[in-house]
């Protein structure tokens, strides 16, 4: 098992804060926690705050932590708090080179501290009122570890805020779904359309062609009657014509 922390060993009635690598040295910090070792809370506070040390800043903070996580976590009345312990480890150093004469260089060590803060609960059993403060906190607390009888669930005005909601996206919905299935049946009515006219044309040309060619066929036929009874003709003009060279081909042999 590993190390356990400082939190887990501490008894009920007592709290811990702590902040690492603080950049401060251990002496100058040491200077200020001995000043407000084993004091009340509220009064090391005050006495932090007029203090003209620089180191006075994060050991206040930390006590101000300590004394929060009192409150909060161990649910301890503020106003009963003493600081029990409290100390500074040395933390790691950061080196540094300072630059000297005739181009030497000498070290400086930039300290680091960890602060540390535990405050306690101290109850004089002589004070009522304390002794009445503590006794009830403690009931209180008894009542908040046991488990709370299940209830079920009011409807409030946000479930039915977000179930009308959800009702007005749904009939949105339907509506979109409505109008796209409208849109689409038109564009397969026009491209239907668009596909039957070309094949109307088609069939009124041939129409058209057809009634072209029987009106055609009575005028072929005009001609061709025409062209016949010419033909006719021609052929009843010939002999009549033939005769009379015939009469003049015998009057030259006759003369001769």
Same mark, same amino acid.
């Given at each position: 098992m590993g190390k356990q922390s400082k939190a887990e060993t501490l008894p009920?009635?007592?709290?811990?804060?702590?902040?690492?690598?603080?950049?401060?040295?251990?002496?100058?910090?040491?200077?200020?926690?001995?000043?407000?070792?084993?004091?009340?809370?509220?009064? #090391?506070?005050?006495?932090?705050?007029?203090?003209?040390?620089?180191?006075?800043?994060?050991?206040?903070?930390?006590?101000? *932590? #300590?004394?929060?996580? #009192?409150?909060?976590?161990?649910?301890?009345?503020?106003?009963?708090?003493?600081?029990?312990?409290?100390?500074?480890?040395?933390?790691? *150093?950061?080196?540094?080179?300072?630059?000297?004469?005739?181009?030497?260089?000498?070290?400086?060590?930039?300290?680091? *501290?960890?602060?540390?803060?535990?405050?306690?609960?101290?109850?004089?059993?002589?004070?009522?009122?304390?002794?009445?403060?503590?006794?009830?906190?403690r009931a209180k607390k008894a009542e908040a570890k046991q488990p709370a009888p299940e209830a079920q669930p009011e409807r409030d005005d946000t479930e039915e805020a977000l179930e009308a909601i959800e009702e007005d996206k749904a009939a949105k919905a339907a509506e979109k779904k409505a109008k796209k299935t409208t849109a689409k049946k038109a564009e397969a009515e026009e491209k239907a359309e668009a596909e039957e006219k070309p094949a109307k044309k088609a069939t009124a040309k041939k129409a058209a062609a057809k009634k072209a060619e029987a009106e055609e066929k009575p005028a072929k036929k005009a001609t061709a009657k025409k062209a016949a009874a010419k033909k006719a003709d021609a052929d009843d003009d010939e002999p009549e014509s033939s005769e009379p060279k015939a009469d003049s081909d015998a009057t030259e042999g006759e003369s001769s």
């Open positions: 009920e009635n007592a709290a811990v804060a702590s902040a690492k690598y603080v950049r401060m040295g251990p002496r100058k910090v040491r200077r200020v926690i001995d000043v407000i070792r084993g004091m009340k809370t509220d009064e #090391a506070l005050t006495t932090l705050q007029f203090s003209p040390w620089r180191a006075c800043d994060p050991v206040s903070k930390v006590l101000q *932590s #300590a004394v929060a996580n #009192a409150e909060h976590n161990k649910q301890l009345d503020t106003e009963l708090l003493w600081i029990s312990e409290v100390y500074v480890d040395e933390g790691p *150093s950061l080196r540094r080179w300072r630059p000297r004469a005739q181009g030497r260089a000498y070290p400086v060590h930039k300290r680091t *501290s960890h602060i540390t803060v535990v405050v306690e609960e101290r109850v004089d059993e002589s004070d009522e009122e304390a002794v009445s403060r503590r006794r009830a906190r």
